[in-house]
């Protein structure tokens, strides 16, 4: 079954207001990294992370390994976070990082 | 600069076709991906590879063969394409193991 489950799939959000995206693992992972993709389809790595917190101007990631999940906060959201968003984990030694489904991300004037 | 550069960008092909499409990494990574993207799934891994010469099977691999002839080069290859197959492809690369992941910019097959 599928190891790590992203939520919510959809998400919109008015410019200047923020909200938070998630992934569940269903087992222990050893890191994670988080991931855009633009407009042009490009995939733009925004975190990794093999545990705490990072931070990156409006942007805000917690990975914690015992509990199973990651997350990504997004505040004070513009216009060009729009796009699809998407965790990645590994579960241990050489183990390929699996995705979540992503989750699409619509920001409104 | 240090890159994933996936060749070609986008490929058209008929059921049943050959299709190969190349990855090639400057990042001196020992490690190498196939994804594939589709709606609904996010990223899928086909194959991985740690180094020139090793193939490791991911979680979608019918279909499929991979080869990695270099440690900068990764091949996926489609001998027989079918419609299934249709996606968008990434090539990615990581150092050894617990590290930032590189992507390409995705090779976008049509199988018609």
């Known amino acids: 079954g599928d190891q790590v489950e992203q939520s919510p799939s959809a998400l919109s959000l008015h410019e200047g207001t923020g909200s938070a995206l998630r992934c569940n693992f269903t087992?222990?992972?050893?890191?994670v990294q988080w991931f855009r993709k633009n407009s042009r389809g490009s995939l733009i790595n925004l975190f990794y992370?093999?545990?705490g917190t990072k931070e990156n101007g409006r942007l805000k990631s917690a990975f914690d390994s015992k509990e199973r999940y990651s997350t990504l906060h997004i505040r004070d959201a513009q216009l060009e976070d729009s796009g699809t968003y998407f965790c990645a984990a590994e579960a241990g030694n050489n183990n390929a990082p699996r995705f979540g489904a992503g989750t699409k991300l619509s920001v409104k004037p | 600069e240090a890159a994933v550069t996936q060749s070609p960008r986008n490929k058209v092909t008929v059921t049943g076709g050959n299709v190969t499409l190349s990855c090639r990494q400057t990042n001196s990574h020992n490690y190498m991906y196939w994804y594939r993207q589709d709606t609904g799934h996010g990223l899928r891994l086909i194959h991985y590879?740690?180094?020139?010469?090793?193939?490791q099977i991911g979680d979608v691999p019918d279909g499929y063969k991979a080869t990695r002839t270099t440690q900068e080069d990764f091949f996926l290859l489609l001998e027989l394409a079918s419609p299934s197959q249709t996606s968008l492809y990434f090539c990615?690369?990581?150092?050894?193991?617990?590290?930032?992941?590189?992507f390409g910019s995705g090779t976008r097959l049509l199988v018609i």
């Open positions: 990615a690369s990581s150092a050894q193991g617990y590290s930032d992941y590189t």
């Open positions: 590879s740690y180094g020139a010469g090793n193939l």
């Open positions: 992370l093999a545990s």
């Open positions: 087992t222990t992972m050893r890191a």
